[in-house]
Every structure is written in C-alpha cells, then in structure tokens.
C-alpha cells in the first residue's frame, strides 16, 4: 500500500514537468535503491537495470509494474499445499497425474521450483514459507505446520520427505516435523546428502563426507 503511494507522486512529476526535472533524479536514486536491495543484485546492477527502465517504452514498463502490484495483491497461497497461486488451489495439487500418497515437505516455493525442474518426482509437496529459528524468534506458529500435520492426518499420505535444506536450522525444523508425525504410522524420509555427483573426495568437505558415510547405499 505505501509502496504504490509513494511510487504514485513521484511518477505524476515526472510527466508533468518531463525529461532531466529535478524530481527525476530522487526516483532514479530511490529506483536504483530499491532494485539493489534486492538478493543478487548489487549497485552496478541496479544502476544499469535502473537506466534501462528510464530508456524502456512505457508501455513494457507500466506492464512490469502492473505485475508487480499483482504477485502482492492476486497471488495467495494454496488451500492445500501453501504454495503461492491465483485460484484457491494451485494447479499442482490439482494434477490428477500426482501421487497423492508423497508429499515433499520444503521451506520455500524456490525449493520447489527446483524440485519440479529435476523432472523426476510426481508427487505432491507442502511449503513451510520458512524455516524454525529460535533466535530470530520463529517458531512453528510462524510456518505452516499446523496444516501439513493436519494433510498428514488425512489418510492419504503414505510417505513424507522431509526437502529442508541441509542446514542446522533446516535440520532442526525437520527433525521437529518427524517428532509430530512419528506416532502417524507413516513413512518419514528426507533427502540424501553426501558428495554431489561429479565432484572428487579429496575436495569434499569433511561434513559432506560425514553425510555421505552415514548415508551410504548398499552396492
Ligand atoms: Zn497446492
């Protein structure tokens, strides 16, 4: 609400008084602030990204805000699995062709993203939108756990893979989760972890090694 209010004004100035006003260069400055807060994007990024949209045609840049305002005000989470999505229930939790016996447990939508682009899992997943940290003050009220219990407790989940990263934080948060789905009778796995494919043991770290040891697949 602030945002639009605030990009509204400065915005009418700069079509009223044109090209090189002295109100330009407050929104060129808060632009190139705003696109460098951004994960990724350094200040020589956002400078250059800044200076494009000025030269852009209005019409492609009015089309990227508009977008903008709809991923805050169209985009909601899912009834089922909270990923973000426009209607009430996202289309993958609606893709007939889903096991709906698997259900990948992850902290974010990205983690998921990247899941879908390996191609190979078909089953369905569940967004935490976080992940448990006591000193930053997030607890299991803040993510959404209470509703993966309550999926878990529908009957038809047979398995749940735990996916948060391999993190202390991520760690923990599953390790939470396997403690209330423990007496559900169900299956409680998580993700393999250990030396990505490709790379040499010498240059392994010696947690990746660990992991791979306590992991190891009979040959
Ligand atoms: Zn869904």
């Known amino acids: 609400m602030m945002t639009g209010q605030k990009q509204r004004h400065p915005g009418q100035g700069w079509d009223q008084d044109g090209r090189g006003s002295s109100q330009a260069k407050p929104v060129l400055d808060r632009l190139q602030e705003m696109l460098g807060a951004l994960p990724g994007i350094g200040p020589k990024s956002a400078e250059r990204i800044a200076h494009h949209l000025l030269a852009a045609p209005r019409d492609e840049v009015l089309e990227l805000a508009e977008t903008l305002r709809a991923v805050k005000e169209k985009l909601r989470r899912c009834a089922r699995c909270c990923a973000p999505t426009e209607a009430e229930v996202c289309p993958t939790c609606l893709d007939t062709r889903r096991d709906l016996g698997l ?99 010498e240059f392994a770290n010696s947690q990746m090694l660990a992991d791979a040891m306590d992991g190891r697949n009979t040959f």
């Open 103 to 201: 259900l990948c447990v992850v902290e974010q939508p990205r983690d998921q993203a990247a899941l879908e682009r390996m191609g190979t899992y078909r089953g369905l997943y569940h967004i935490l939108h976080g992940r448990l940290s006591p000193l930053e003050g997030i607890g299991p009220e803040k993510l959404t756990i209470d509703r993966l219990v309550e999926r878990a407790r529908g009957g038809e989940v047979r398995e749940v893979i735990l996916a948060t990263n391999p993190t202390l934080e991520g760690d923990g948060t599953s390790l939470y989760i396997a403690g209330l789905l423990g007496h559900m009778g169900l299956k409680i796995t998580r993700l393999a972890r250990g030396i990505p494919a490709g790379s040499i043991l």
